[in-house]
């Protein structure tokens, strides 16, 4: 069964530091969400890709937040410049319509 | 931000009994309502989804209910099993934004 994978699991980082949190989404989907959970809260929306663009964007998706989808295959999610207050579990989402997306493992970020 | 909300925190249903897991949201313009259930240190696995024209949709042991006026979505689950338990995420998706909005969880512990 296809399925969105992500890299790494688990990135410890230094604050301050860029880290690039890697997902492939499932092949023929053409919509690209990356999602937030921080520990205990619920599943934050950060943004959504559709058309090599952003299509929308949350507030926490400030400057410090890009995203590509460098060569067709892969979805990265780029924080330049860490806080604490970035540590969370990361789910990058793809769907092949405008509902019903379906997530990676997610990647643990821990921001020391 | 409180557009959807999952207002019990966890659930305990006996094994074989029905489980009933509520949702409600704020907005009338929603498209799509879905349900995730989640394992600690997973993604999100969809599980269904309804879409608003409809008011019922099932699928195997899950039925997921929907009342428009009362802006209420429930997930039924019958028989529960012990592997059922995990936290289920209700979710709502706007055409408008592509974006999901998901309540804060609800933790199931189905007890053999």
């Known amino acids: 069964e296809p399925e969105v994978t992500q890299t790494p699991s688990h990135q410890v980082t230094q604050m301050g530091q860029e880290v690039i949190l890697r997902c492939v989404p499932i092949s023929n989907h053409l919509y690209f969400y990356w999602y937030r959970q921080i520990l205990g809260q619920k599943v934050e929306f950060l943004v959504s890709?559709?058309?090599?663009?952003?299509?929308?964007k949350s507030e926490i998706f400030d400057d410090q937040f890009s995203v590509e989808r460098p060569d067709g295959s892969n979805f990265t999610l780029k924080i330049r410049s860490t806080k604490l207050e970035d540590s969370a579990m990361y789910f990058c989402?793809?769907?092949?319509?405008?509902?019903?997306?379906?997530f990676g493992q997610g990647t643990r970020l821990t921001v020391v | 931000d409180q557009q959807v909300k999952q207002n019990s925190p966890s659930l305990s249903v006996q094994e074989g009994r029905i489980s009933i897991l509520n949702c409600d949201y704020t907005n009338s313009m929603f498209d799509y309502f879905l349900w995730y259930k989640k394992y600690p240190a997973e993604g999100p696995t969809f599980l269904i989804s309804?879409?608003?024209?409809?008011d019922k949709n099932e699928d195997g042991r899950f039925t997921v209910f929907l009342n428009k006026s009362a802006k209420h979505l429930s997930l039924h689950i019958v028989p529960s099993q012990p592997g059922d338990s995990a936290v289920y995420f209700c979710?709502?998706?706007?055409?408008?934004?592509?974006?999901?909005?998901f309540g804060q969880g609800t933790t199931l512990q189905v007890k053999p």
């Open positions: 890709f559709y058309n090599n663009e952003i299509s929308e």
């Open positions: 979710a709502v998706h706007s055409s408008n934004t592509g974006k999901l909005i």
């Open positions: 309804i879409s608003s024209i409809k």
């Open positions: 989402a793809s769907s092949d319509r405008p509902s019903g997306a379906f």
